[in-house]
């Protein structure tokens, strides 16, 4: 090679150098301005706040909302679209469906506006089950950046007793509200979640935010809204820190009984009425309970404070969970079924509710393609873990029902059951979402009763003790996180390596 080469040579290397580094900075120019084809995000958009400002007309069941949402960019992307979920469409589908003989017909919602603050107005267009609002922001937000977005919302509230609605008995009103305020939608890599609302399970956020709530309703009306709330002349102010959802319920005939179990105040609220009394009594011995065999057995519950709130769902549903409050079905201790007022029911409700803030307010999952992950666990710590421990509660409902078979008898029972159980599920899997049901099956065979059959033939290959270290090693791993199937496989896996383990994995998940 002769020097004129290698001079010619350098000059090529130098064009081509000057061409890439061209090449990098036109390719981060146009990435920064939000260019089309950009590579694919990674990271995720993070919900950090809601500033929710909140009045309820209840001459008219109507419910007006503001709701700021502060979010950060913490993909590697500048950020220029993002999908909130707005579920009242099809909340108020479904009560006009489902609840038709209620007078639903003609109930709607409005979304009143949707806004960048500092920027100007977005496009927004609905799509799904219209309860996904793609949002175009007419500002990219850059990687690592927050901003803020404002949601006006005005809905009318069905008639119904559960999730969202309000009640009419002759002593007054009650209002459930919740599944009813604007979120961001879920996402992950630059892919945004879309399952569709689902009324006989959940479609919810696992996103950890703050929230600063204020509610305007009637001065009659006792409020029990999430986190740390107080209510004066009808204004309510509550914070909330680190939750997946918000939740509120407000009564002009309810009352509530405060005290403290395990470090945590506990707001006891009941509905006045002729077995207000038992029901309290109930309840306040089932949270304690509750408290301390969860607390000895699972892990510490995340907040200061947990609202217990009794409502009425009729007979068909139990409860519902959100992290902070439960919704308690005491249908049966306010009108009244049998001397003992199915004390043994509620009992597990109670603290099937409860033990959701074990698992799904702190340990967080997908509810709708992998609700076993909470309703499973959480069937486990309601029907083994604390109806089959000694405690106060068992104590005080056998003295009311003498029906109710002593512990031991109730073992075998339970035992029996996970027999029967086990060849019910086989064909099927516990992980799958309802839309990849098998036919023939109802939607929570898998969630809740093949859920805890596959954790009790867990807990007999490990035994208790090695369960019990399980148990404990999941909540202090996943709690205020996102824990998927494929992470309980995984840490099983740990505690047993073996075939009969592999078996057992591989009869119950897909
Ligand atoms: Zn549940």
Redesign the pocket.
Known sequence: MNESMVKGKRKIIFALLTLIVLAAIVFAVWRLAGGKDAAPQTGRVDALSYVMELKLDAENDRLSETVTLELKNDTDSPLTEICLRDMTPALLKYAAEHHADEGNEGKGSELLFVRQRGAAEPRVSRELDGTLLRVALASAVPAGATAEIEIGLQTDIPNRQDRFGVQVREQGKIYSLSFCFPYLADNENGVWNTDPFFDDGESRSTDLADYRVTLEAPESFVVAAAGESRTESGRTEAEARQMRDYAIVACDFMDVDIFETEGVRINNYYLKGAYAEQYRRLSELVTRDSFRIFTENVGSYIYDELDIVQCLFGYAF????YPGLVMINGTSHYDGVGPELGAQTLAEVIT??I??QWF?AAVGNNEYSEGWL??GF??YL?RYMFMLTPSETNDYIRQIDRDIPPLEALQKDMEDYAEVMRGEMDGMYINIPPDEYPEGRAYGEGE?DGGYIFLLEVRSLLGEERFAEFLREYYRTYCLKVAGTEDVAALLRKYDGGSAMEELLRFYLK
Do not use: A, I, K, P
């Open positions: 139990g409860g519902m969970e099937h509710e033990g959701h799904y909470d309703e959480t069937s309601e809740y």
